[in-house]
């Protein structure tokens, strides 16, 4: 286990580097002069001229990038030029909002996508399978942001019943200590806080869950169905097991590792999808923050969250990757 | 001569011959799915006959109007600056048909094109594309394209471009695979031994095995640049404000949904049902050429 895990983890270091060497080259190849693209509109000439030399724009090519590599490894993402502060605290504020959105997102799409799928599976062709099927293909086709959207028409709008925009009612959350507001509240057994998080978490969660739910309950029916034609669901069927304990002993068991995997190739597209149901329900993450940083052509701060977004997800694959290994031995002895 | 009876019978097993070549594809996912997707290639090819007004024409004297149906002048109402819903839907339905259509072609190309190189000469090239491939399929589907175009600017080549750039890795992928394979069988040794060019062999052996699993993955790949190309003109990336696009539509829509929901409900309506229709007929067609490749690739964006 510690080999493969070495092995994985020096592997994905000139993942890491090429990935740095492609955001740095989108600066480089936009049209016009960087020092231009990175500075405010109203800079004069002098005003670029000492840009580039302060930021060493006048060096060649690979000696810029590896200032940028350096710096980037530092922790030094730059400074915002709307706001002036460093983009890695601007980030890191951010982030806790971003991470609980998607954790409920994650949570929703499996406590009701799993469940959904085995029950499909179990029985492929009937009433339940095909309810499955439509959900599935429902929640695959759903675009996030309209689901988002047509969410906070009806309930937030008809039934008025939850709040459509933002994070908590203001002045309700205490300080913050982890920046998770539902998990403060809790720590701080502040009740009432805790709900109203909950309130305003409930539709973005669902919104941005529910494409991973489809994807979830589809790759959990193929997956149970698979596994029931297997040998040793007929043995433990000719031991006279009950139909209940075959399926969920033995059959989600085996079936579980494809939809762990599933999982985890999901979440990218569930941190991209944030990005634009953060946007909807001007949630204060880290994906509205790279879109005001679009807007306002604040270039350090889009190049800051494009490189930790992707960042996040190389390290999240690591560890999924890990993981798979650690439950199926058979993964650690290939190649 | 024939008679009239044996013209009959013989135009009869020639019926039953056909029912069965397209009986596996008379399944419900294929039809539902299929009339979906001709619905929109209709509405995209003949917008401008369907379409009552000028998708771009305002009238600010008939801003925001709820949908009139058949009594009304505007079936599905009017937006905010007075544009006829309908008529960009229609119009909306062409950019999103050429834009996923430019999309999966190009992206297949280069993603087919470059799986087989890697799969069928390994060693070296294999190494750079499989190295590449990891690269840039270590992004977040999206946010590569969101920041290709912070960087580069609106316009519909720009966008084009940014969907292609993370798209073409998962036919690269299936193809590598599937080259990889084929390198070795008898038929590929056999046209070595004829003489035949590596070029050769990779044009007339190994891409037309290639082709069914390409058409499957593409139909996906329409799919997913159709909810793309959505989300990025709602983000207010896509194309130039003044080409109706759903996704934009959408965009308009949400600032005043508390008001006028027909805004937003209509275009989302629209991208719905042809992802829905795009996927099912996908799905269908995965069934019917390869069970096995039952579990690659759903997701959408």
Not at chain 2, 231 to 250: A, K, N, R, Y
Request: net charge neutral; charged share 15%.
């Amino acid at each position: 286990m510690f080999k493969y895990l070495t092995r994985r983890i020096i592997g994905t270091i000139p993942v890491v580097v090429l990935i740095s060497l492609l955001v740095f080259m989108l600066v480089q190849l936009a049209p016009g002069d960087p020092a231009d693209i990175l500075l405010s509109e109203e800079a004069t000439p002098e005003d670029i001229a000492a840009a580039r030399e302060r930021w060493g724009l006048n060096e060649p090519v690979y000696i810029q990038y590896w200032r940028f590599l350096v710096s980037a490894v530092q922790g030094d993402l730059g400074t915002s030029f709307r706001y002036a502060d460093p983009v890695l605290t601007m980030i890191a504020d951010r982030l806790p909002a971003t991470i609980e959105l998607a954790f409920f997102a994650i949570l929703l799409a499996i406590i009701i996508g799993v469940p959904l799928g085995v029950w499909a599976g179990a029985r492929p062709n009937s009433w339940v399978d095909n309810i499955g099927s439509f959900f599935g293909f429902f929640g695959i086709s759903m675009p996030s942001f309209w689901f988002g959207i047509m969410l906070i028409l009806v309930v937030s709008g008809f039934l008025n019943l939850l709040p459509s925009a933002g994070r908590e009612t203001y002045g309700l959350a205490g300080d913050p200590i982890t920046g998770f507001y539902i998990l403060d509240s809790i720590l701080t057994r502040d009740w009432a806080a805790a709900i109203d998080g909950l309130k305003y978490l409930i539709l973005p969660a669902i919104a941005l869950g529910t494409n991973m739910l489809g994807i979830l309950m589809r790759v959990t029916r193929s997956s149970v169905m698979e596994v029931m034609n297997e040998d040793f669901v007929r043995t433990a069927r000719s031991k006279g097991l009950g139909e209940r304990v075959i399926l969920w002993k033995h059959v989600v068991r085996n079936a579980l590792i494809p939809i762990i995997t599933v999982v985890g190739l999901e979440l990218g597209t569930l941190l991209s999808g944030s990005i634009i149901v953060e946007t909807v329900f001007a949630w204060p993450g880290s994906g509205s923050l790279l879109i005001e940083a679009i807007n306002s052509r604040d270039y350090p701060l889009i190049t800051g969250t494009v490189l930790s977004y992707t960042l996040m997800f190389v390290l999240i694959n690591l560890t999924i990757d890990l993981l798979y290994a650690s439950i199926d031995p058979r993964i650690r002895f290939e190649k | 001569m024939k008679s009239n009876q044996e013209i009959t019978a013989g135009s009869r097993t020639y019926l039953r011959v056909s029912f069965k070549a397209i009986r596996p594809w008379m399944k419900p996912k294929i039809v539902v799915g299929g009339v979906f997707v001709f619905l929109l290639c209709f509405m995209g090819v003949f917008a401008p006959i369907l379409a009552p007004f000028d998708p771009n024409a305002q009238d600010l004297l008939k801003t925001l109007q709820a949908p009139g149906w058949w009594a009304g002048e505007h079936f599905l109402g009017t937006d905010h600056v007075g544009r006829d819903i309908l008529s960009r839907i229609f119009f909306g339905a062409r950019i999103s048909l050429v834009i996923a259509l430019t999309v999966v072609l190009i992206s297949g190309l280069v993603g087919v094109a470059l799986g087989a190189i890697s799969g069928y000469f390994a060693g070296l090239y294999d190494f750079i594309i499989q190295k590449l491939v990891e690269v840039v399929w270590a992004f977040p589907p999206l946010l590569l394209a969101i920041a290709v175009v912070a960087f580069f600017g609106q316009g519909l080549g720009i966008l084009i471009v940014a969907l292609v750039l993370q798209r073409w890795i998962p036919y690269c992928r299936v193809s590598r695979g599937q080259a990889l394979g084929l390198r070795s069988r008898d038929f590929v040794y056999a046209a070595r031994c004829l003489g035949a060019s590596n070029t050769r062999i990779i044009g007339v052996h190994i891409l037309p095995n290639l082709m069914q699993a390409t058409l499957v993955i593409g139909t996906f790949a329409m799919a997913d640049a159709i909810i793309a190309e959505a989300s990025l003109s709602f983000l207010g990336l896509g194309v130039p404000p003044e080409i109706p696009t759903w996704g934009s539509m959408l965009a308009d829509g949400r600032t005043y949904i508390s008001t006028s929901w027909w805004l937003a409900l209509f275009p989302g309506l629209c991208i719905f049902f042809t992802v829905l229709g795009i996927n099912m007929l996908g799905d269908g067609m995965r069934d019917i050429f390869d069970p096995r490749l039952k579990r690659s690739g759903s997701g959408t964006g």
